[in-house]
């Protein structure tokens, strides 16, 4: 049984309804004719896909049978129409066909998820895998797009036919392994959506999809979106790279970096990376900063000429975020502490950067006044990109030089996060959540390490103890014929180790 006969297919609204009937004959489905207004009122709610004043073809009848189809087994419209996007011709003529016999052979209580109803011409796992991993690879590159958007600060996120393809694509994507799961479609609105990126994927009662938690899903504990600092991750940046098909210029740190690169050149050769180095340094340490500081912290450093693009890495610290109309430090790190929703148990705030709350409890290091001075504090995403990273990035500097070696941060604008010794030691702290994912960035390219003797990646130590498989894992995934089989793989206390031990010492 096959729709050879009908690929080409033209008519109006009258000769699909006719078109159906003779379908739904031919196949000896057991169900109800709709009637010209149901075909219209299809149409208006998107489930028939052809555009507005175009003849309905080929691809409407599938649709309409396949509606007709779900219907009966109990699906709403809603769902119809974002899975019927989701499939292609093919395969939409493979559904409705096992749905003959489906319908044949199995009496009308049967779950509308059984394997017999739902197999496709792959193994159904598989397949689901695969249709898992675009899913978030698409919401990965549609977050991006979508922060992009904001970004510019005029627009706001909207469910309209402004929204990302990709944030479409994976909505539709997501929308069908809910389906299939047997389970409510989390994936329906964009807000929702877009608050659930914030716990990693594996999160039961934030996405309550199984192939999520597959063991062989490969972002099972990827976050997206930072909780608290509501940025894409660097995860997200990662995941949207994979497929090879979304620009590098969208990935956000390194937009950063052109940013302050370009600003930096302008200096001439000479003190270009000092500069840099001065700039990462001060975003490091002085994310919450007052306006004079920084001017100061400018001049002393010759730097003033890069004033005006410093400037736009920081924001006025938000009233709303005062605490009895103090500013508070995080003694930790350095950055804006925030109003926690439990006053009660945390009445200083906390730190909203992971790196740092997943290692200290929160504690006040200083209280600012607003009203005697200008308070700045960075952007949300250079305290992901920049400031969080330099909590290992300066921990590992600060002991290097503590110990007197002579150590360099983010040598040569960049090359990598700290160097030792000239080009005897680079080392470049990573703390991605997926193991995976920074395996693939590694074998793409090692970047800057290339210029060093001995090349260390060091890991942030909750990584670790969160995945204690982390370090094994990212080493198996390891290229072992390329440059990638000369790094060492090592968390940052290790790092502190060697060097207190003095085993980089020359
Ligand atoms: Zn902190």
């Given at each position: 049984?096959?729709?050879?006969?009908?690929?080409?297919?033209?008519?109006?609204?009258?000769?699909?309804?006719?078109?159906?009937?003779?379908?739904?004959?031919?196949?000896?489905?057991?169900?109800?004719?709709?009637?010209?207004?149901?075909?219209?009122?299809?149409?208006?709610?998107?489930?028939?896909?052809?555009?507005?004043?175009?003849?309905?073809?080929?691809?409407?009848?599938?649709?309409?049978?396949?509606?007709?189809?779900?219907?009966?087994?109990?699906?709403?419209?809603?769902?119809?129409?974002?899975?019927?996007?989701?499939?292609?011709?093919?395969?939409?003529?493979?559904?409705?066909?096992?749905?003959?016999?489906?319908?044949?052979?199995?009496?009308?209580?049967?779950?509308?998820?059984?394997?017999?109803?739902?197999?496709?011409?792959?193994?159904?796992?598989?397949?689901?895998?695969?249709?898992?991993?675009?899913?978030?690879?698409?919401?990965?590159?549609?977050?991006?797009?979508?922060?992009?958007?904001?970004?510019?600060?005029?627009?706001?996120?909207?469910?309209?036919?402004?929204?990302?393809?990709?944030?479409?694509?994976?909505?539709?994507?997501?929308?069908?392994?809910?389906?299939?799961?047997?389970?409510?479609?989390?994936?329906?609105?964009?807000?929702?959506?877009?608050?659930?990126?914030?716990?990693?994927?594996?999160?039961?009662?934030?996405?309550?999809?199984?192939?999520?938690?597959?063991?062989?899903?490969?972002?099972?504990?990827?976050?997206?979106?930072?909780?608290?600092?509501?940025?894409?991750?660097?995860?997200?940046?990662?995941?949207?790279?994979?497929?090879?098909?979304?620009?590098?210029?969208?990935?956000?740190?390194?937009?950063?970096?052109?940013?302050?690169?370009?600003?930096?050149?302008?200096?001439?050769?000479?003190?270009?990376?000092?500069?840099?180095?001065?700039?990462?340094?001060?975003?490091?340490?002085?994310?919450?900063?007052?306006?004079?500081?920084?001017?100061?912290?400018?001049?002393?450093?010759?730097?003033?000429?890069?004033?005006?693009?410093?400037l736009e890495f920081y924001d006025p610290v938000p009233e709303i975020w005062l605490i009895n109309d103090f500013a508070n430090r995080c003694a930790h790190c350095g950055t804006l502490m925030r109003p926690h929703p439990k006053r009660a148990s945390y009445p200083d705030g906390c730190c909203p950067i992971h790196q740092c709350n997943s290692k200290y409890a929160p504690k006040v290091g200083e209280r600012?006044?607003?009203?005697?001075?200008?308070?700045?504090?960075?952007?949300?995403?250079?305290?992901?990109?920049?400031?969080?990273?330099?909590?290992?990035?300066?921990?590992?500097?600060?002991?290097?030089?503590?110990?007197?070696?002579?150590?360099?941060?983010?040598?040569?604008?960049?090359?990598?996060?700290?160097?030792?010794?000239?080009?005897?030691?680079?080392?470049?702290?990573?703390?991605?959540?997926?193991?995976?994912?920074?395996?693939?960035?590694?074998?793409?390219?090692?970047?800057?390490?290339?210029?060093?003797?001995?090349?260390?990646?060091?890991?942030?130590?909750?990584?670790?103890?969160?995945?204690?498989?982390?370090?094994?894992?990212?080493?198996?995934?390891?290229?072992?014929?390329?440059?990638?089989?000369?790094?060492?793989?090592?968390?940052?206390?290790?790092?502190?180790?060697?060097?207190?031990?003095?085993?980089?010492?020359?």
């Amino acid at each position: 049984m096959n729709f050879d006969d009908l690929r080409d297919w033209k008519g109006t609204a009258e000769n699909l309804l006719h078109e159906l009937q003779c379908q739904i004959n031919r196949l000896n489905l057991s169900v109800e004719s709709p009637t010209v207004r149901t075909i219209r009122a299809w149409r208006s709610k998107n489930l028939l896909s052809q555009p507005k004043g175009q003849k309905f073809g080929f691809r409407q009848i599938l649709e309409g049978l396949a509606t007709l189809l779900l219907l009966k087994k109990g699906w709403t419209l809603v769902s119809i129409s974002q899975v019927l996007s989701s499939w292609n011709n093919k395969e939409l003529e493979q559904q409705i066909l096992v749905g003959v016999v489906g319908v044949d052979r199995v009496d009308e209580t049967e779950s509308i998820h059984s394997q017999e109803s739902f197999t496709l011409f792959e193994p159904r796992k598989q397949n689901n895998l695969a249709l898992a991993e675009d899913a978030i690879i698409l919401l990965a590159q549609g977050i991006l797009r979508q922060y992009d958007c904001v970004l510019t600060g005029t627009k706001i996120v909207r469910q309209d036919d402004k929204l990302p393809s990709e944030l479409h694509s994976a909505m539709c994507k997501l929308g069908r392994l809910y389906l299939e799961e047997g389970k409510c479609d989390l994936a329906a609105c964009v807000h929702d959506l877009l608050s659930r990126s914030r716990y990693s994927l594996n999160c039961e009662e934030s996405w309550n999809l199984d192939i999520l938690r597959d063991s062989e899903f490969p972002f099972a504990n990827v976050q997206l979106i930072d909780a608290d600092l509501r940025v894409p991750t660097p995860d997200c940046a990662e995941i949207a790279e994979i497929s090879g098909g979304y620009g590098e210029d969208h990935v956000i740190e390194n937009r950063l970096h052109t940013i302050i690169r370009t600003a930096t050149e302008r200096l001439g050769k000479r003190k270009q990376h000092q500069a840099y180095t001065a700039l990462r340094q001060l975003l490091g340490r002085r994310s919450l900063i007052q306006e004079k500081e920084l001017v100061n912290y400018l001049e002393e450093k010759n730097l003033t000429p890069l004033q005006e693009t410093v400037l736009e890495f920081y924001d006025p610290v938000p009233e709303i975020w005062l605490i009895n109309d103090f500013a508070n430090r995080c003694a930790h790190c350095g950055t804006l502490m925030r109003p926690h929703p439990k006053r009660a148990s945390y009445p200083d705030g906390c730190c909203p950067i992971h790196q740092c709350n997943s290692k200290y409890a929160p504690k006040v290091g200083e209280r600012l006044d607003p009203k005697q001075e200008r308070l700045l504090v960075a952007k949300p995403q250079i305290l992901a990109y920049w400031t969080a990273p330099a909590i290992d990035e300066l921990t590992i500097f600060d002991r290097a030089q503590s110990v007197g070696l002579d150590t360099e941060l983010y040598p040569e604008s960049d090359r990598c996060d700290v160097s030792i010794n000239d080009l005897a030691v680079g080392i470049d702290a990573k703390s991605y959540r997926s193991p995976v994912l920074l395996a693939s960035k590694l074998n793409r390219s090692i970047g800057g390490l290339i210029f060093y003797r001995q090349r260390i990646v060091a890991i942030t130590d909750e990584l670790i103890d969160d995945c204690p498989g982390y370090l094994s894992t990212l080493r198996s995934l390891l290229d072992k014929k390329s440059d990638t089989a000369s790094l060492q793989i090592m968390s940052v206390s290790s790092v502190i180790k060697n060097i207190q031990e003095g085993k980089y010492a020359s």
